[in-house]
């Protein structure tokens, strides 16, 4: 993998591993901000959670016992209080029960109070049991774990992560990292001091992954990207082909647009998952510097990067946008204008050459070619903004957020359509992948 700061960085390589699967268990408090915590900490790590169990679960013991038991978890991920303590004792009985005959047996991680810890502790033999104090702390060790503490690899995540920090602080803006690959989908939110929010989701991804896609999205919502019509037998087909038959990029363009399809929805619903565990999705979506890698950055053309971007990601501001293909290095692509007009409106646009004017009608997608890589500030029409315009030039989007597909395929089918023609996405082989 090649990983790169900017467009003027020094390129530096990594040996990144794909990892294996980690299957984690969340047991938690009552208190809504416990069941947060093991979110954050599941999303973080890059974890696949398995189970759930909260202090008070309503399932009886016997019931929790047994989904543990399918669960079959690697890792169990344990938060709470003081008061909860008796609860989460139980519920690790429940875990003795379940997993007692499980090898490897599971390891369990708490991030609970010292007092609370040498509780679980006693109730968690057979199994080992580590408290950590701090959430980052935990997050390393899952980490750990996934790399089979082999240290000398770096886990993909860790590396997109690096890469968002980078882009925050050479931009000085708030920058979002948007990675999906065949397994794996991922949502880094950095900012100029370095803090940063992370998704990492497993599997969800455009090979391997897909079929997890299409089981969280439906066969129909990944259907309506397509700009032609098809049938569910032949779409599942189609997915499936692209989950046995992962290992390489689409050699066909509808193969490419099914990978697009299945990428926006898992963006979508990495931003779920985001949004579940209290993560800041607003400032995801008005982040002013984005950068997309993976699968999703080697579309042949970078207009298909773009609109799965706009399209899965909902941007809600101005923001420049760069792709990092793994087998390249950051190129400036466009700069995204968001517009919600309620009725025909102006937005100007001002570079060193000169201003001019674009007349937004609400509904209307496309893009304004004023050149590549110029400084451009956009004012009106409810939007301020300012970026650079990479090589496609300025695309305006006034579809509207949320963005809303029709229904029904006479008329949703051309709309996408000219979604995929604006930006020179459009595919004329339809054949079989």
């Known amino acids: 993998m090649t990983v790169s700061t900017g467009t003027e960085a020094p390129v530096e390589r990594a040996r990144v591993t794909l990892d294996r699967s980690l299957r984690v268990a969340l047991v938690h408090g009552r208190e809504e901000a416990s069941r947060l915590a093991v979110a954050q900490l599941a999303l973080a790590s890059g974890g696949q959670i398995v189970a759930r169990l909260r202090a008070n679960d309503p399932r009886s013991f016997v019931e929790a016992a047994q989904a543990l038991r399918d669960a079959k978890p690697d890792v169990v991920v344990i938060h709470g209080g003081p008061k909860d303590e008796r609860a989460l004792c139980e519920l690790l009985e429940a875990l003795r029960l379940g997993c007692g005959a499980q090898r490897p047996m599971p390891r369990i991680l708490g991030l609970v109070e010292t007092s609370v810890a040498h509780a679980l502790r006693l109730r968690a033999d057979p199994f080992e049991f580590e408290r950590f104090a701090a959430a980052s702390e935990m997050v390393d ?40 690959t065949e397994r794996s989908t991922s949502l880094v939110l950095a900012r100029p001091d370095g803090r940063i929010e992370a998704a990492h989701l497993v599997p969800l991804g455009l090979g391997m992954g897909a079929d997890h896609v299409v089981v969280r999205a439906s066969l129909d919502n990944v259907r309506r990207w397509l700009p032609w019509p098809i049938d569910a037998p032949a779409l599942l087909e189609r997915v499936f082909n692209r989950s046995r038959l992962s290992g390489g990029p689409a050699t066909t363009e509808a193969a490419v647009l099914l990978e697009m399809a299945l990428a926006r929805e898992a963006i979508s619903h990495a931003l779920r998952d985001a949004a579940d565990a209290a993560l800041d999705v607003p400032a995801m979506r008005s982040a002013q510097s984005i950068l997309i890698t993976g699968q999703a950055a080697s579309f042949p053309t970078a207009g298909q990067s773009l609109l799965v971007l706009v399209d899965g ?43 001019s004017v674009a007349q937004v009608a609400p509904g209307s997608f496309g893009l304004v070619e004023i ?38 395929d006479g008329e949703r089918i051309p709309a996408v359509a000219r979604w995929h023609t604006a930006l020179q996405a459009a595919a004329d082989d339809r054949r079989s992948t």
């Open 141 to 180: 060790a899952l980490r750990a774990v996934r790399r089979a503490r082999n240290d000398d690899l770096a886990l993909r995540d860790t590396v997109i992560e690096d890469a968002a920090r980078s882009l925050a602080t050479t931009n000085g803006t708030t920058a979002l990292a948007v990675d999906v």
């Open 371 to 408: 050149g590549s890589d110029v400084e451009v500030a956009v004012d009106g029409a409810g939007v301020r903004g300012h970026g650079r315009s990479g090589e496609l030039g300025i695309l305006i989007d006034a579809r509207g957020r949320p963005l809303r597909l029709p229904e029904r």
């Open 313 to 355: 990601l909902e941007p809600s501001a101005v923001s420049t946008v760069f792709r990092e293909p793994d087998e390249g290095r950051a190129q400036r692509i466009g700069m995204v204008v968001t517009v919600t007009p309620r009725r025909t409106a102006k937005i100007r646009i001002v570079r060193a050459s000169g201003r």
